[in-house]
Each structure stands twice: as structure tokens, then as C-alpha cells.
């Protein structure tokens, strides 16, 4: 049987684990005294969820942060010892694995605290009070924030929860410098005294994602939470380019050309021949669509480095494929092209993509598929691993 190493491939998203590694010692910098934690849900950005995190607490990470339940279990089931963190859960899931497994969770709500109390066996579940300081996502408004507080006291005083954490989560941290971070800091500050009059002295604090813990030094407290940048991408996207920031991007995405043609002037390409060749041309087949996450919206226009170009796809992206307009080039079928990378030896990167897509570089790497394998190299080294 071929293995993956036998052939080579269509496509692959390379993962650089060093990238990954230098931006966690350069967020835990920039976190001042506060403890980091890495946030690696789903599947860490797309780049791979177990050695994203191996790599961070490599690099220091004192917290993983995961979303759902089986991303945290999934940690622990790869042998992560470490403190991590689960925020999203719903009625019913098995908290009682979690709380088996030594996981921080958290609460918004007095029936989460039930729930809570009720899934610890023989330890109390370890639990982060959420407030919802203005984005009315999870968290408790600030009216039922006593309420909530009430619940803890009592189920800690049972001896069934521990309050390790007071925490919440900022709406526009990409824009430092909006009115809003300063509402929700106040907000924050003003629940923290609340728990304290209720004689609650949560262990951690913690409110800042990636753009606060990069440019809101006083909403760090002791424990920040950035995402994004763990993966070298800048959560202000072209207005503040991940190199101004010290962050490496980790991620190249890669394919080899399924076929080149010539086509003559007046071709149309693609569903709906959105695209006309206006000469002759040549054409790339990529073998990579909308099914492992290209966005459709970049149809005419995703950016494309072939034979050291710049060059676009023309026509819409398909399920499977998408066409580049190669124009004059020399090509054969089997070149590999560079969707994007960190942008260093020309090629596109995530944020070029998210612009011509009208989104965000955070969905551009999140999006891509399974059918996509992840090849981990360590630019620090020469060893290269499938996954
Ligand atoms: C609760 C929570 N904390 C932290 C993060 C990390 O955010 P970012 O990727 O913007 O750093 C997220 C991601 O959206 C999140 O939902």
C-alpha cells in the first residue's frame, strides 16, 4: 500500500510548530504577569488541535482553551495533564467526565451550577462564573449576576463546586480603541466586587482574547486567553499586519495543479461562466473548492502565488476545484501553487483571502477541511510529520 509519504500529494496545509512556539513566548510577553492560556478549539484554528497544544506548552502555556466538551476530553485523552478550560456546553452533556478529568468549566446560570454540583463524584467541579459584560453572548446579565453568585456560594459550601474564576469576554478588542472595551472593563471590574462582597476571591480573573491581550494591557488581569495569534494571524487583519506584531503565521496552504490548458479568447470558466478569458490563456486546475473550505465568495479574485507569481483564480470555486488564471505562464500539470502562507517570499496570505472573501483571517484557516491533510514541520528543525 502507498503511504502518504510515497507520493506526492494533491494539496496540504504545512504547519510551522516553531511559528506557533515563538508566538506563544511572544503572547506570554506581552501578557505581562498574567498566565496564558492558548486557545486551540476547533481543531486549533484548522491547524490541528493536539500539536497546537503540545507546541504551546512547549512554549509555556500555562492553559489550553477549548470550547466543547470533546475538544477539552480530546486534550486529556492525548495526554495533557495541564490546566484547561471549557466554556461551552449544553443541558444534559457529561460533566461528569469532565469533572472526572480535572477540567475547569463554566457556569452562567444557577441550573449550570446545579448541573455542576451534580456531576462532581468524588471531587467538586472546578468552576469559572461567566458575567456578561456587554456582548450578550453566554454570561449572566448584570441583574442575574447576584443570583448566580448566590448559587455558587451555596454548592461550594456544599462542598460540590470549587469557584476558581470570574470571567467574561470582549466584543471589539480588534478595535482598541472603541468606547465598548472600556464599558465591558468597567462592567468586569464592578462584577468581581459583587462576588466579593458575597466573599468569593476568585483564584483567576480573565476577559482579554488576542486583540486585548496585544493592545489593552489593563483588561489582562491574571490570565489572558489570546487565540488567533497563537497562529501568527493578527486579529486586526490588514490594519495591523501580523509582522508589525511580532506573530509568524503558521500556516501555508498548498496544492499541485490537477491540469494546464490553453484556452482560446471567449472561453468562459467555471459554473455559470461568470468569467471570460478576454485572449488566449492558460489555465491551472487547482484541485482544492468550497468542500475543503476556499471560500466561494473569493470566486474571481482568490490570490494564487504560481512559478513565483501572483496570479487569481478566475471564475466561480467550485466544490472541489477552482480555475487560476495562469495567463502567459509555463506550466504543467503537477506545479505546486501557494494559496497563502506567512507572505514572506511573496506568496498571498490568510488576511489577502479574507479581504477578497469579505471575512475574517480567523475563518480562512478555521474553515479548511479534513480532506485537507496538516503536515507538521519544525522551521527550528528539519522533521516533518503526517497527519
Ligand atoms: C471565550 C473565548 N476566549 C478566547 C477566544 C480567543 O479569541 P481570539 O481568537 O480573538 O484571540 C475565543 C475565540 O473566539 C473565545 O470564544
Not at 496564558?36 to 492553559?63: I, N, S
Not at 458575567?131 to 453568585?149: C, H, K, N, Q, Y
Not at 499586519?241 to 503558521?250: H, M, Q, R, T, V
Not at 465568495?297 to 476545484?321: F, K, L, W
Request: aromatic fraction near 6%; charged fraction near 20%; glycine fraction near 10%.
Amino acid at each position: 500500500m502507498s503511504t502518504p509519504e510515497s507520493h506526492p500529494v494533491r494539496a496540504e496545509a504545512v504547519v510551522d510548530l516553531a511559528a506557533i512556539r515563538h508566538n506563544v513566548s511572544t503572547l506570554r510577553a506581552r501578557a505581562g504577569g498574567a498566565q496564558l492560556m492558548t486557545v486551540v478549539k476547533a481543531d486549533g484554528y484548522g491547524h490541528g488541535m493536539v500539536p497546537v497544544a503540545r507546541a504551546a506548552r512547549e512554549a509555556g502555556a500555562d492553559w489550553i482553551g477549548a470550547a466543547v466538551l470533546e475538544e477539552a476530553l480530546g486534550l486529556r485523552a492525548a495526554g495533557d495533564t495541564g490546566p484547561i478550560f471549557c466554556w461551552l456546553t449544553t443541558p444534559g452533556e457529561p460533566l461528569a467526565d469532565a469533572v472526572e478529568a480535572g477540567i475547569d468549566l463554566s457556569a452562567s446560570a444557577p441550573w449550570e451550577i446545579d448541573e455542576l454540583a451534580a456531576a462532581g463524584q468524588d471531587r467538586p467541579a472546578r468552576v469559572h462564573l461567566k458575567i456578561d459584560t456587554g456582548m450578550s453572548r453566554g454570561g449572566a446579565v448584570p441583574e442575574e449576576w447576584p443570583a448566580l453568585i448566590r448559587a455558587a456560594v451555596r454548592a461550594q459550601a456544599a462542598g460540590r463546586i470549587e469557584i476558581k474564576g470570574i470571567w467574561s469576554h470582549l466584543a471589539s478588542s480588534d478595535e482598541p480603541k472603541s468606547p465598548v472595551n472600556e464599558t465591558q472593563l468597567a462592567t468586569f471590574t464592578e462584577a468581581i466586587e459583587v462576588a466579593e462582597s458575597f466573599g468569593i476571591e476568585a483564584e483567576f480573573k480573565h476577559l482579554a482574547n488576542s486583540g486585548a491581550t496585544l493592545a489593552l494591557p489593563e483588561t489582562h488581569f491574571n490570565l489572558v486567553r489570546p487565540g488567533v495569534a497563537t497562529y501568527g494571524l493578527s486579529p486586526f487583519g490588514h490594519a495591523l499586519p501580523s509582522a508589525e506584531l511580532g506573530l509568524i503565521p503558521a500556516m501555508t496552504l498548498k496544492a499541485r495543479l490537477a491540469m494546464v490548458k490553453r484556452v482560446p479568447a471567449g472561453a468562459g470558466v467555471s459554473y455559470g461562466l461568470t468569467w471570460t478569458a478576454p485572449r488566449p490563456s492558460t489555465l491551472g486546475l487547482i484541485p482544492l473548492g468550497y468542500g475543503d473550505g476556499l471560500p466561494r465568495h473569493a470566486s474571481n479574485g482568490g490570490p494564487v502565488q504560481a512559478g513565483g507569481r501572483r496570479r487569481t483564480i478566475v471564475g466561480r470555486i467550485c466544490m472541489d476545484q477552482s480555475v487560476l488564471n495562469l495567463e502567459d505562464d509555463e506550466a504543467a500539470a503537477g506545479d505546486e501553487v501557494v494559496l497563502f502562507g506567512p507572505g514572506t517570499a511573496g506568496e498571498p496570505t490568510a488576511d489577502d483571502w479574507a479581504e477578497v472573501a469579505g471575512t475574517i483571517n480567523y475563518e480562512i484557516v478555521t474553515r479548511l477541511g479534513a480532506r485537507i491533510p496538516r503536515r507538521y514541520v519544525d522551521s527550528s528543525q528539519t522533521a516533518s510529520v503526517e497527519r
